[in-house]
């Protein structure tokens, strides 16, 4: 029997004790980490409730790798590490794809799976759910750590925000273990143990010589060009880019999700001339864009036979000379680099040859006129330019909602007939062109911004997250989905040549994605002609309302592998 003395020490001990769940809360707090993408289950649980009590956002998605989706995008548009929630082995290898992704773009995010007990998994004794998750990890991610200690949680947050969003951004991977969570430790102890994280992307100034070199190879250009990237995006440097570039007066290419950091209407904007300008320009000024497989490695046909001089402004000192020689590395981050060159560009600096502004102009406008008569068609069942002419316009009309767009035929389309005006406003399948991430980034774009978001995707696509349509609808988000249904991939109208089984890149003929929506309470409707479509759009934006609109298209009116069929082998053996 305890003495009344000794009961009273328990009573106030107890009272100041706090546990492995409370801690990870505090620490996600006191960083100003206040939404959650995740799947619940063991041993998380009661992390996501009790998170969800503390009042962070908790959105439980129906498959962890569309919540993985969620936070990578949510790390690219705010800044701050998006965080996806797992269950061990099977959940945390769903959300690792996202981890991986999140990497490869250099967006930040913090993957937090629960994991078995070490003594049973290192011993291979057949755990509950059991795998090393950390060193699955590791290669797929630019960093990962695992927490033992209640003690450590504040550490263990610190290191893995720090990871995420310094240098170049990426993903993490923050293991903890079923038994962290119910570990106990003394509250004042536990509240002294947290970091909260200072300056947790530091400003890399590039070197005042680095910025002279650059602007002394500019200056010497008679066909500049200026190709911004999504870490220009990212950068939310946006007004100092935007005076950077029209200080230069160079052309400019927004990659793919650099779109509307600069309106593509920009008298500079080179969008629509990209072939001539990428083989004609003689100096190119990358910023925040790699010379990969989306710009052809910087050399070969693309890029045509003058010689070029290169200019990259990047974080990543590695990147430099990864393709092709570059002239002018500048390394820092986009926001002090930008100012830097604006800082130090004579106040009369001059404005490139007209003969290579108006080449690049004419080009442009001979490309903007071939098109328009293309979107202005009123066929059924429609094209894509059909469909994509009046949902140009819809952006137009609307520049603040959020453009998500994944597909073949319905990612390139879209990309190129889509017109942006405000930065981070396109969100799309980044540097793997991966399948997937469309409603994890619709849903994450309309929690992260409160903007209404219009998703654009192939059918093939959005089968890929299709079952999130649900958890739109249980969120009650504003987000309408256009699903450019071709009956297929690239095309519904393959056969198979040897057999009863259907062709393999086509899907059951006149499907109605519409049903999906209807099913969880959400507005379906089926649109066959641009006028349906039109309206059905609108109607969607001005309710709010979860809308899912399956646009019929011709199934015959995609090629394969869109834009990127050249990447595609064939065999020469192929029977004709
Ligand atoms: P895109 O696909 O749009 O061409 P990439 O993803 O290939 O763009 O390139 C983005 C680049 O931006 C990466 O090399 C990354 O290191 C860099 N980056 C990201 N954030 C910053 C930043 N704040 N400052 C400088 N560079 C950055
Ligand atoms: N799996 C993943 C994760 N990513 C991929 N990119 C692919 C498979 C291969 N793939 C593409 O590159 S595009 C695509 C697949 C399956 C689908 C294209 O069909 P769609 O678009 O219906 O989405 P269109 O409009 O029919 O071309
Ligand atoms: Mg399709």
Redo the contacts with the bound molecule.
């Keep these: 029997m305890l003495n009344t003395a000794q009961k009273t020490e328990a009573a106030g001990a107890e009272q100041e004790l706090t546990d492995g769940f409370h801690l990870v809360i505090d620490a996600l707090k006191l960083n100003g980490i206040d939404t959650i993408y995740g799947v619940p289950g063991i041993p998380i649980t009661d992390l996501g409730r009790m998170a969800q009590a503390s009042g962070i956002r908790v959105l439980s998605f129906r498959h962890e790798q569309n919540a993985g989706y969620a936070a990578a995008i949510a790390g690219f548009l705010t800044k701050k590490p998006g965080v996806c929630l797992t269950v061990s082995a099977p959940g945390f290898l769903n959300g690792l794809t996202a981890l991986a992704h999140a990497t490869t773009n250099c967006f930040p995010m913090i993957l937090v799976s629960g994991s078995s007990e070490r003594e049973i998994v290192d011993l291979q004794q057949g755990d509950y759910e059991e795998m090393d998750q950390l060193a699955v990890a590791k290669p797929l991610c630019k960093a990962a750590f695992r927490v033992l200690h209640a003690q450590d949680i504040g550490i263990g947050f610190a290191r893995a925000i720090r990871a995420a969003v310094s240098g170049r951004p990426g993903g993490v991977y923050l293991d903890l273990p079923a038994k962290l969570f119910s570990q106990v430790m003394n509250a004042e102890a536990g509240q002294k143990s947290l970091v909260k994280v200072i300056d947790p992307a530091p400003a890399q100034l590039p070197a005042p010589a680095a910025i002279k070199r650059a602007l002394d190879v500019l200056k010497s250009a008679k066909r500049p060009l200026i190709i911004l990237g999504k870490g220009a995006a990212y950068a939310q440097a946006d007004e100092a880019i935007k005076n950077f570039v029209e200080k230069s007066g160079a052309p400019f290419l927004p990659m793919s999700m650099a779109k509307g950091l600069l309106p593509d209407l920009h008298p500079q904007c080179a969008g629509a001339a990209r072939s001539t300008v990428l083989k004609d320009a003689d100096v190119v000024m990358l910023i925040g864009a790699r010379l990969n497989w989306l710009l052809s490695h910087g050399k070969g046909k693309t890029w045509g036979e003058a010689p070029k001089k290169f200019i990259q402004v990047d974080i990543e000192p590695k990147e430099m000379d990864s393709n092709v020689e570059i002239a002018a590395p500048v390394v820092g981050d986009i926001a002090s680099c930008v100012s830097a060159f604006l800082e130090a560009m004579s106040a009369n600096w001059l404005a490139p040859p007209t003969e290579w502004t108006s080449a690049v102009q004419k080009k442009r406008e001979e490309n903007v006129a071939k098109m328009a008569p293309r979107l202005m068609n009123n066929n059924s069942p429609m094209d894509?330019h059909g469909a994509l002419g009046v949902l140009r316009t819809i952006i137009k009309e609307r520049p603040d909602a959020i453009l998500v767009n994944?597909?073949?035929?319905?990612?390139d389309l879209t990309r190129g007939v889509i017109d942006m005006y405000q930065p981070r406003k396109r969100l799309d399948?980044g540097t793997?062109?991966?399948?997937?991430i469309g409603m994890g980034s619709a849903i994450a774009a309309s929690v992260e911004t409160g903007k209404p978001v219009l998703a654009i995707?192939?059918?093939?696509?959005?089968g890929?997250s299709g079952m999130e349509v649900e958890t739109i609808c249980r969120y009650k988000l504003p987000v309408c989905v256009v699903i450019?249904n071709?009956d297929?991939?690239?095309?519904g109208t393959d056969l198979n040549s040897a057999g009863s089984d259907p062709a393999t890149t086509v899907f059951v003929k006149g499907a109605r994605y519409d049903k999906m929506m209807e099913a969880f309470g959400g507005v379906g409707v089926n649109a066959t002609t641009p006028d349906e479509l039109k309206r059905a759009v609108n109607e969607a934006m001005d309710s709010g309302k979860p809308t899912l609109i399956n646009a019929v298209?011709d199934p015959a009116a995609?090629s394969e592998?869109?834009r990127i069929g050249n990447l595609n082998p064939q065999s020469v053996l192929k029977k004709k």
Aim: hydrophobic fraction near 45%; glycine fraction near 24%.
């Design positions: 894509y994944e597909g073949a035929n319905a990612l399948v793997w062109g991966v399948m997937g995707e192939g059918d093939s696509a959005f890929f450019l071709n297929g991939i690239y095309r298209i995609g592998s869109g």
